[in-house]
């Protein structure tokens, strides 16, 4: 008997907005010091969905909608946003997309060869750098105090020294191990990491999907997987 999956669906619009926001962190200097060297930084926002149940008795977290934390204070190292701003996001939420709760938040991961000595994607694969780190756990343990957490993503941003192109596909797949995806845009390597929690643990990737039909990680995974 295959064991139940647990499923993160990404649409559309929460992809852009988790993508591009770990872009602009990544990217673009937030100093307005010329003289101040830039450094890639992390970028943090909230997820808005729903739960439901598949036929096949899959657990689905449909992730419609993502924001971005813009007064949340962000170093190379971490981000760490303010209750006030969940608090807004969470009024907005109810009076303009009351059909819609939370889910759980995603950030970024941001590494290149001049801040990390990083040189391959293959070196960002082997360290598992694309995972929460013990850190990210903690915050999670924190939150899951007062609010309903039930998925986090991780969307980790990798240019290197030289670009060595790397293929679009799932990271470290095995049996039922699908929970992150890479691809690449122009000469940066990204990857996105779904961890779903039930009660106050997180439960293991071989039982975890990660869906993203933008990048063409579609629904036509989960016959292959109950089949097994």
Known sequence: MAKQLHVASLSESAFFTIVA????????SHTN???????????????????????????ILH?????????????????????????????????????????GDFHSHPYDFDNDKIKTALEVERGEYFRFSPGDFKHVKSLKET????VGLVTTVFRAAKHVPRN??????????????????DDLVI???AHVFADKNAISDQKVVL????????????GALNDA
């Open 168 to 185: 679009d596909g799932y990271v470290c797949v095995e049996k039922e191990h699908y929970s992150c995806i890479r691809f690449s845009y």
């Open 33 to 59: 010091n010329p003289a101040v060297p830039h450094v890639p930084v992390e970028t943090y926002g909230n997820l808005w969905g729903y739960e439901t149940y598949a036929r096949n008795g899959e657990r």
């Open 147 to 150: 609010r309903s957490y039930r």
């Open 63 to 103: 992730i419609s909608m993502a924001d971005v934390e813009t007064s949340a204070e962000r170093t190379q190292d971490y981000v760490q946003p303010k209750d006030e701003s969940f608090e807004l996001k969470q009024a907005l939420i109810a009076r303009f997309k009351p059909e819609l709760e939370y889910l």
């Open 211 to 222: 869906l993203c039909p933008a990048v063409g990680f579609d629904a036509s995974l989960l």
């Open 21 to 28: 926001a770990a872009l602009e962190a990544y990217e673009i």
């Open 191 to 193: 990857w996105i990491k």
